[in-house]
């Protein structure tokens, strides 16, 4: 995961890194808070299937051409953090 966040805001242009940086670790936190709530349950199959979910949406955000990080970044982590919300 932060290999595919620090690649988002390598990619940023030098006018947007601070803007880039931040909503980067706002996706980061937001990360941590769904799968600190989905432990809260004790369901340790469910923790695992995020955090594999997590790590398939980096891989994605690695593998993105740069122009595309920063959008493919909030698609992928918010995809998994809205599934696990269901």
Do not use: I, W
């Not at 980061?28 to 997590?54: F, H, I, P, Q, W």
Request: net charge negative; aromatic share 4%.
């Amino acid at each position: 995961m932060r290999q595919a966040v620090d690649g988002v805001v390598a990619a940023a242009p030098p006018a947007k890194q601070s803007e880039v940086q931040e909503a980067a670790m706002a996706e980061r936190l937001d990360v941590s808070l769904a799968l600190a709530r989905v432990e809260e349950t004790g369901n340790e199959k469910k923790v695992e299937s995020m955090a594999a979910s997590y790590e398939k949406a980096a891989d994605l955000v690695v593998a993105a051409p740069p122009a595309d990080k920063f959008k493919v970044m909030k698609e992928a982590f918010r995809a998994v953090t809205k599934a696990a919300a269901l």
